[in-house]
Nanobody, 117 residues
Framework: QVRVVESGGGLVQAGGSLKISCVVSGLTFSIRTWDWYRQAPGKQRLWVATVRSGGTTTYGEQVKGRFTVSRDNAKNMGYLEMNTLKTEDTAVYYC???????????WGKGTQVTVSS
């Protein structure tokens, strides 16, 4: 059974930093891509950032220059480091991974990040 578990969310003041993590277990193959999404209350879930198997990264315009996405292939872990946080970054952050060879994707249940003014 595949499990995707996010952790590290919490309450932080505007201008602060937070690093959230995602650990995956139960996959047959390696992870092709790690994607991070977020969903603010009453809004759609939106893509935030991606890190691919080769290490290349892509960011949404709202977080570019402030967030850094990374991965540790040996540990099957992904990370999203968030700096210069803004109140509009408040959301539940979700990890989504795509398994290599099968192309299947798996979601975690999310971790809450709240940025206070």
């Amino acid at each position: 059974q595949v499990r995707v578990v996010e952790s590290g969310g919490g309450l932080v003041q505007a201008g602060g930093s937070l690093k959230i993590s995602c650990v995956v277990s139960g996959l047959t193959f390696s992870i092709r891509t790690w994607d991070w999404y977020r969903q603010a209350p009453g809004k759609q879930r939106l893509w935030v950032a991606t890190v691919r198997s080769g290490g290349t990264t892509t960011y949404g315009e709202q977080v570019k220059g402030r967030f850094t996405v990374s991965r540790d292939n040996a540990k099957n872990m992904g990370y999203l480091e968030m700096n210069t946080l803004k109140t509009e970054d408040t959301a539940v952050y979700y990890c989504n991974v795509i398994e290599d060879h099968t192309g299947k994707n798996y979601w975690g249940k999310g971790t809450q990040v709240t940025v206070s003014s």
